[in-house]
């Protein structure tokens, strides 16, 4: 099984400032036959359910804000955030759906310095 | 617009049973997967298993924490998804979630995008 591993557990960033999220996975979660990497960040709020910001590592879903981005592949994938507003803060999941089971790594709580 | 509904939670106590609904609209059902997902109080998401589509032969997984107590069904007909829980324990107390992973018309796995408001399972004496 594909073991997701998130650092660092929480982080404290200034408004305006840039936010860095670190996703690793056990094995490659890089799909050789379309070059994709089987990567997702979410965020979730309290009291609501986790809400898509890229999916493929690095693709920004619909409608979400372009200074979310993703990099990374086959094993070690980032989230940026690259001017934190205060409505971005959340926890942050990675999630690799290459195979099941599917897994999500521990999450990072992203809050205002 | 896209909805995922859950329900079915509620009160069970360990050793019981529970069956929860995932009703879908706004998009082609029959074509997606579709993946249940558990949260508990405070804590990080947990994936629970999925079904396929019929063109993947309604195939099924779980997690190894479920596997032998939970089900996983679906209805095209009615666009709903099932996860039916047996043999409960205290440790399945959580807020389950449903989610669409969306698959194109190529068989191409997308991404995982719509999900449900979820649906609160408590086992408890």
């Known amino acids: 099984d594909i073991v997701m591993t998130q650092s660092p557990d929480s982080l404290a960033v200034s408004l305006g400032e840039r936010a860095t999220i670190n996703c690793k996975s056990s094995?490659?979660?890089?799909?050789?036959?379309?070059?994709?990497?089987?990567l997702a960040w979410y965020q979730q709020k309290p009291g609501q359910p986790p809400k898509l910001l890229i999916y493929?590592?690095?693709t920004r879903e619909s409608g979400v804000p372009d200074r979310f981005s993703g990099s990374g592949s086959g094993t070690d994938f980032t989230l940026t955030i690259s001017s934190l507003q205060a409505e971005d803060v959340a926890v942050y999941y990675c999630?690799?759906?290459?195979?099941?089971?599917?897994?999500f790594g521990g999450g990072t709580n992203v809050e205002i310095k | 617009e896209v909805q995922l509904v859950e329900s079915g939670g509620g009160l069970v106590q360990p050793g019981g049973s529970l069956k929860l609904s995932c009703a879908a609209s706004?998009?082609?059902?029959?074509?997606?997967?579709i993946h249940w997902v558990r949260q508990a109080s405070g804590k990080g998401l947990e994936w629970v298993g999925r079904?396929?589509?019929?063109?993947?032969?309604?195939?099924?997984a779980y997690a190894a924490s479920v596997t032998g107590r939970f089900t996983i069904s679906r209805d095209d007909s009615k666009n709903t998804a099932y996860v039916q829980m047996t043999s409960l324990k205290t440790e399945d107390t959580a807020v389950y979630y449903c989610?669409?992973?969306?698959?194109?018309?190529?068989?191409?796995?997308?991404?995982?995008?719509?999900w449900g408001l979820g649906t609160l399972v408590t086992v408890s004496s």
């Open positions: 989610s669409r992973l969306y698959v194109d018309s190529f068989g191409v796995v997308i991404r995982p995008d719509y």
């Open positions: 706004g998009f082609t059902f029959s074509g997606s997967d």
């Open positions: 079904i396929r589509s019929r063109a993947n032969n309604f195939a099924t």
């Open positions: 094995q490659s979660v890089l799909y050789r036959s379309n070059n994709k990497n089987y």
């Open positions: 493929w590592a690095s």
């Open positions: 999630q690799q759906y290459y195979t099941t089971p599917l897994a």
